[in-house]
C-alpha cells in the first residue's frame, strides 16, 4: 500500500493515536491491574504477593457485600423499571398535541441537569423525618401520618429510588419522545384508515417500534445504577448503618477508608462483570433483532 | 379525543410538571428562610420574610470539612477543572470522529469498537491504578490530575458522539474537497467543522454537566484544596457545627446546581434536538 | 491537458474484494472517455483512484505519460463533479467556486475573474450568494460543474454527473457538455447509466462488468461490432436481439435457420450476406447452434429494404407504439424479440413482413457468448 505519497495517509492515524494510547493504558491496561489486584496480598498498599482467589473469598465472606448486591439489585430493578413506565407514559401524554409542550418538556427534562448529590441532598430534606413531607401531611391533618424511609433499615434504599426516577425519567422521556416523533406518520394513518383506535395503534404499532429507544434507554439506566454512588452517597450514605450500601460505595470504603485494596479491587471486578452480564445480553438481542429488521 | 379526555390528559401533565418542580421549589423556599420559620412554618409555603444570609453564609463562610470559607473556592475549582476538560474532551472527540468516518484505514472499524468500550466501563474498576499514577506522577491533589482524567475518560463519548455525526454527512464531501486540494485539517476546519454546530452543542452540554456533576472522581482523587463544588458541598452539608443550618444547605446546594441547570436552559433545546437530528445532507 | 493511461489497474479493498481485475484503458489527449457497466461494476471506484481518492492496489496510472499512483490528488491537476454534487453545505456558490482556486492561492482578482467567468457560462450568476440547501438539483448541479471549470485541470472526472436530473433537464446539460469540451478540449472521463449519454458524448467508450473492461473502442464499434453478447445487450434501446439459430448452407449460401413464432412450428432460413464464410466454415460444417445478435432496427418494416436483406413473415405478439416508431414484441428462435417498425405498418395486423438487414447482425457463440463474426461491411 502506499504510505509513501502526502501527509493524509499517517495524519488520521496521528490524530487518533494519543486517544488510542489513552484507552489502552487506561482502560484496557487499568482493568488488567485491577484485575491482577484482586488476585494478591494488597491490604493498604499493593502489595503484588499472589493469593489466587482470596480476595473474592473475603469478598463473598462479607455480609456487607451481599446488602450492597441486593440492594443494587432492587434500586436498580425498580430504577429501571419505574423511569421507563413513567418517560413512557409521559412522552406519550405529551405527544398528543399538547399546548405548552416545550415548556412542559423543559420542566420534566430539568432535574437531569442537576448532580446526583444535589438530588440527593433535595430528597433527603423533602423525606427528613421530622421537618419534611411527613410534618407537611401531618399539617394538612393527618396527624398520625410517619414517614421514616430515610432512617428505616428497611426501607431506606427505596428513598434512592424514588430520587432516581425523579431525576432520570425526565431524560427517558426525551429520548421516548424522540422516538415518538421518528415513527412514520403514514403508517399511523393507514392504521386509522383500518380502523384501529388509538389505544390499539400505540400498543400494537408506534410502541413496539420503539424497541430501539427501549434498548438504549435500558443501557443509559442500567449503567448510572451500576455506577451509581453519589446519589446514594448524599441521600443516606449507604445508612442507616449499611442498610443501603451498594456496590460503589463498597468498593470506595474498602478501597480509599478502610486500606483493604485487594478486596476493594475484587468488588470493582464484581462490578465490571454485572455490567458485562447486562449488556451482553442486551447488545446480542438488540444486534439480532437489528439484522431481521 | 372528548373533552373530559382532554382536561385529564392536561391535569396528568400538569401534577407530573408540580411533581418534577417541587424538590427544586423546596429547595428555593428552604434557602431564603430562617432557620426558625423552617421549624415552625410548613415545608412548601414560601419565606414569609426572605433572608439571602444564608446565601452569603453557603457562598462565602460555611464550614466545608475544615474550610470555613464557603463553597467560592470550590465552585472556581470546578470552574478551572470543568472549562479546560469540555474544550480539550470535545475536540479531540470531533477530531477522532472525523478520522474515523472520512479517512478510514484498515483496522478503523475495529479501533472504534475498541474505544467504545470505554463509555461502558463501570469507573471503579479504574480507580486505583489511576489514584496511584495520579500520584506517581504528582499531580494527584491538583485540578490538572482531574482534568486529565475526566479528557480521558469522556473522550470515549465525544468520539461517540461525533462519529455518529459524522457518518451522515457524505463521503463524497471529503472527496470533493481532496480534489479541490485541500488537506486533512483544511477539510476538518473549513467543510465539517462549519457544519458541527448541533454536535458540539450535545456534546458540551453532555462533558459539561458530566464533568462539573461528577463526584466520584473529585472524591478519590482531588486533595482538600482542589476539591470540586460536588465533593465541598457534600462536606459542607455533613460538617455539623451545633445546629443543623437546612438553609445553608440549600442555599449551597442551588449554587452548586446553579451552572449547569443555567446551561440547561439557555442550551437545553438543543441537547435533545442535537442528539437525534442528523448531519446536513450533501 | 493531457493523455491517460491506465494499465493492469487492480483493486482490492481492504476488506479483501477485488473490484478491479487489470484494467487497460489508453485515451489521447483532448478525447472524451465514457465508462459505462452495471451498478457496482467499479466505475467509481476506477474513478476514484484516477482521482488520487483511493489507492491502487496494483498497476500504473499516467497522466500525460507520467506515472501519478503516489500523487495525492491535489497534485494530480484534475477536476471531479460527483454523483451527489458534493457541494459544501456552508459555502455560498461563490465560495463554493471560489474553494479550489483559494487553496491553490490564486490571487483574488482572477479569483473574481473566474468566478465570473464560469457563472455566466452556465447561467447561475444571480445564485453566486446562495447557500447549496437553497438550489433545486439542476442548479446544484451547474454549480458542480461550475466548480470543476473554474479550474483548467489536466482531466475532468465526471460521476454520473446527470443521473439525478429530470429527463429534460438531462439533454439541455448532455448537449451542454458536449459543447463545452469541444470549446475546451479537455480529456474527460465520463461515468454514466445512460447510453445515449453515452453513444452521443464518448469519443471512446469503455464497457465494464465486474471489474473487467469488457470491451474498449468507439461507440460506433460498441454499437455495431459489440465483442460479446453482454456489450451487445447492455448499449442500444432497445437491446440487441439474440436469436437462438443453427447455421447452414442453403442453396450454396450462409444461412441461419431460425424458427419462427410462439410455437416454433415454422423453421425459416435467412440467408446472412456479406459474411466471410471461410470464418464459419468450421462451425457450419457442424451445424453449430448459436445466437444471431440482430438490432431491433434491422428487423422492421418493408419500406426500408435493401439489396442484402431477407424477408421474413412473423406472428405479432405484441405491439407498443412509441410515437415515432412501433414496436412489436415476436418470438424468433424460441426467444423473445424486439422489431423496430414504421406506425403504419403495424396497425391491427397480426401478423407483419418483416426486412431483416443481416448484414448487420453479428454471430456470437452459444457458450462462450462471444462474438465469432461480422459482416465485412
Ligand atoms: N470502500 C469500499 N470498501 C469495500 N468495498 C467497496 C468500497 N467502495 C465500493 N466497494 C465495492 O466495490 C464495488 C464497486 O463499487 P463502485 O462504487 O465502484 O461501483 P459503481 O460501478 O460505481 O456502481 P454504481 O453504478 O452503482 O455507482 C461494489 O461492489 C462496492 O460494494
Ligand atoms: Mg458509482
Known amino acids: 500500500m502506499n504510505i509513501r505519497y502526502s501527509s493524509d495517509r499517517w495524519l488520521p492515524k496521528l490524530v487518533l493515536s494519543p486517544t488510542l494510547a489513552a484507552s489502552l493504558v487506561f482502560v484496557y491496561g487499568f482493568i488488567l491491574i485491577t ?46 423499571g419505574i423511569s421507563l413506565v413513567v418517560g413512557l407514559v409521559i412522552a406519550i401524554l405529551l405527544d398528543q398535541k399538547i399546548r405548552g409542550e416545550g415548556f412542559l418538556r423543559a420542566i420534566y427534562l430539568y432535574p437531569m441537569a442537576l448532580s446526583f448529590i444535589v438530588t440527593g441532598n433535595a430528597w433527603k430534606w423533602l423525606l427528613n423525618p421530622g ?50 416523533r421518528g415513527v412514520d406518520s403514514e403508517i399511523i394513518k393507514a392504521a386509522k384508515v383500518d380502523g384501529a383506535s388509538l389505544p390499539t395503534i400505540y400498543r400494537r404499532i408506534i410502541i413496539p417500534s420503539l424497541r430501539p429507544v427501549f434498548f438504549s434507554v435500558t443501557l443509559i439506566l442500567a449503567h448510572i445504577a451500576i455506577k451509581s454512588f453519589d446519589l446514594v452517597m448524599a441521600l443516606t450514605g449507604g445508612g442507616p448503618g449499611t442498610a443501603s450500601d451498594v456496590p460503589a460505595i463498597f468498593m470506595y470504603q474498602f478501597s480509599f477508608t478502610r486500606g483493604q485494596l485487594g478486596v476493594g479491587a475484587a468488588s470493582a471486578v464484581m462490578m465490571l462483570m454485572t455490567i458485562v452480564a447486562v449488556m451482553v445480553p442486551l447488545m446480542y438481542a438488540e444486534a439480532r433483532s437489528g439484522r431481521e429488521r | 379525543m372528548n373533552r373530559a379526555g382532554r382536561f385529564l390528559l392536561y391535569a396528568a401533565l400538569v401534577s407530573t410538571a408540580f411533581y418534577a418542580l417541587a424538590p427544586m421549589w423546596v429547595m428555593l423556599s428552604t434557602s431564603l428562610k430562617t432557620l426558625d420559620e423552617i421549624r415552625e412554618g410548613s415545608l412548601i409555603a414560601a419565606p414569609h420574610a426572605p433572608t439571602i444570609e444564608p446565601w452569603l453564609k453557603a457562598w462565602g463562610t460555611a464550614c466545608s470539612g475544615v474550610r470555613c470559607e464557603g463553597l467560592k473556592p470550590f465552585f472556581l475549582n470546578s470552574l478551572l477543572m470543568t472549562i479546560p476538560a469540555v474544550l480539550i474532551s470535545t475536540l479531540v472527540g470531533a477530531l477522532n470522529g472525523y478520522a474515523l468516518t472520512h479517512w478510514r484505514f484498515r483496522g478503523s472499524d475495529f479501533l472504534f469498537t475498541a474505544l467504545l468500550v470505554g463509555c461502558f466501563i463501570p469507573f471503579q474498576v479504574v480507580l486505583l491504578p489511576m489514584a496511584r499514577l ?87 482523587f482531588a486533595g482538600s484544596d482542589s476539591q470540586p463544588v460536588t465533593v465541598a458541598l457534600n462536606n459542607l452539608v455533613r460538617t455539623s457545627t451545633g445546629v443543623k443550618e437546612y438553609n445553608v444547605d440549600m ?17 437545553g433545546k438543543y441537547f435533545v434536538r442535537g442528539l437525534t437530528a442528523g448531519a446536513v445532507k450533501g | 491537458m493531457a493523455s491517460l493511461g491506465i494499465h493492469n489497474i487492480r483493486k482490492i479493498y481492504p476488506n479483501g474484494v477485488e473490484v478491479l481485475k487489470g484494467i487497460n484503458l489508453d485515451i489521447a489527449d483532448g478525447e472524451f472517455l465514457i465508462l459505462v457497466g452495471g451498478s457496482g461494476c467499479g466505475k467509481s471506484t476506477l474513478l476514484n483512484m484516477i482521482a488520487g481518492l483511493e489507492p491502487v492496489t496494483e498497476g500504473e496510472i499516467t497522466i500525460g505519460g507520467k506515472r501519478v499512483n503516489d500523487l495525492p490528488p491535489k497534485d494530480r491537476d484534475i477536476a471531479m463533479v460527483f454523483q451527489s454534487y458534493a457541494l459544501y453545505p ?13 487553496l491553490r492561492k490564486v490571487p483574488k482578482a482572477e479569483q473574481e475573474a473566474t468566478i465570473a467567468r464560469v457563472a455566466k457560462l452556465l447561467q ?26 473554474a479550474r483548467e485541470p489536466q482531466i475532468f472526472l465526471f460521476d454520473e454527473p446527470l ?54 473502442g468507439t461507440p460506433d464499434e460498441i454499437y455495431n461490432r459489440p465483442v460479446n453478447t453482454f456489450v451487445a445487450g447492455f448499449m442500444g434501446s432497445p437491446p440487441m436481439n439474440l ?9 450454396g449460401k450462409l444461412c441461419a435457420e431460425v424458427t419462427v413464432g410462439p410455437t416454433g412450428s415454422k423453421r425459416v432460413h435467412l440467408p446472412l450476406f456479406g459474411f466471410d464464410t471461410s470464418t464459419l466454415d468450421t462451425l457450419t460444417s457442424t451445424g453449430s447452434s448459436v445466437l444471431l445478435g440482430l438490432r431491433p432496427e434491422h428487423l422492421t418494416d418493408t419500406g426500408r429494404s435493401n439489396g442484402m436483406t431477407a424477408n421474413l413473415t412473423v406472428p405479432v405478439d405484441l405491439a407498443e407504439p412509441t410515437g415515432a416508431d412501433t414496436l412489436i414484441f415476436i418470438t424468433l428462435g424460441g426467444a423473445r424479440c424486439i422489431a423496430r417498425l414504421h406506425p403504419t405498418a403495424v396497425a391491427g395486423r397480426d401478423e407483419v413482413e418483416l426486412v431483416v438487414d443481416t448484414s448487420a447482425a453479428v454471430v456470437f457463440d452459444r457458450h462462450t457468448q462471444e462474438a465469432i463474426a461480422f459482416a465485412r461491411v
Not at chain 1, 42 to 65: I, T
Not at chain 1, 131 to 160: C, H, K, M
Not at chain 2, 174 to 183: E, F, I, L, S
Not at chain 2, 253 to 267: N, Q
Open chain 1, 35 to 80: 484485575v491482577a489486584l484482586s488476585f494478591t496480598e494488597s491490604r493498604l498498599l499493593p502489595n503484588w504477593e499472589w493469593a489466587g482467589v482470596e480476595r473474592y473469598a473475603e469478598l463473598f465472606d462479607n455480609d456487607r457485600f451481599w446488602v450492597s448486591a441486593k440492594n443494587l439489585a432492587i434500586f436498580g430493578t425498580l430504577f429501571i
Open chain 1, 131 to 180: 421537618l419534611g413531607l411527613e410534618r407537611i401531611v401531618q399539617q394538612w391533618g393527618w396527624t398520625s401520618f410517619t414517614f421514616d424511609w430515610l432512617v428505616n433499615p428497611d426501607r431506606a434504599i427505596y428513598t434512592v429510588v424514588i430520587a432516581g426516577v425523579w431525576q432520570s425519567s425526565g431524560f427517558a422521556m426525551a429520548l421516548f419522545l424522540a422516538g415518538l
Open chain 2, 134 to 220: 495520579l500520584g506517581a506522577v504528582g499531580i494527584s491533589d491538583s485540578v490538572f490530575g482531574l482534568i486529565f482524567v475526566h479528557v480521558v475518560y469522556g473522550l470515549a463519548f465525544t468520539t461517540l458522539f461525533f462519529r455518529n455525526y459524522y457518518i451522515g454527512v457524505p463521503g463524497e464531501l471529503v472527496k470533493a474537497a481532496r480534489v479541490d486540494g485541500a488537506g486533512f485539517f483544511t477539510i476538518f476546519q473549513r467543510i465539517l467543522l462549519p457544519i458541527s454546530g448541533p454536535i458540539f452543542m450535545v456534546c458540551v452540554i453532555w462533558q459539561f454537566t458530566q464533568i462539573w456533576n461528577d463526584f466520584l472522581f473529585g472524591v478519590v
Open chain 2, 251 to 267: 442555599a449551597a446546594a442551588i449554587i452548586a446546581a446553579l451552572p449547569t441547570l443555567l446551561v440547561y436552559i439557555v442550551a
Open chain 3, 90 to 102: 456552508s459555502m455560498s456558490v461563490r465560495q463554493n467556486i471560489a474553494f479550489g482556486l483559494s
Open chain 3, 124 to 149: 447561475i450568476e444571480p445564485l453566486l450568494d446562495r447557500k447549496p440547501a437553497q438550489l433545486s438539483g439542476g442548479q446544484r448541479q451547474r454549480v458542480a460543474m461550475g466548480r470543476a471549470l
Open chain 3, 163 to 216: 443521473s439525478n436530473l429530470d429527463a429534460k433537464l438531462r439533454v439541455e446539460m448532455r448537449s451542454e457538455i458536449k459543447l463545452l469540451h469541444k470549446r475546451l478540449g479537455i480529456t474527460t472521463v465520463y461515468v454514466t447509466h445512460d447510453q445515449i449519454e453515452a453513444m452521443t458524448l464518448g469519443d471512446k467508450i469503455a464497457v465494464m462488468k465486474d471489474g473487467v473492461v469488457q470491451q474498449f
Open chain 3, 243 to 251: 436469436i437462438p439459430a443453427t447455421l447452414a448452407i442453403n442453396d
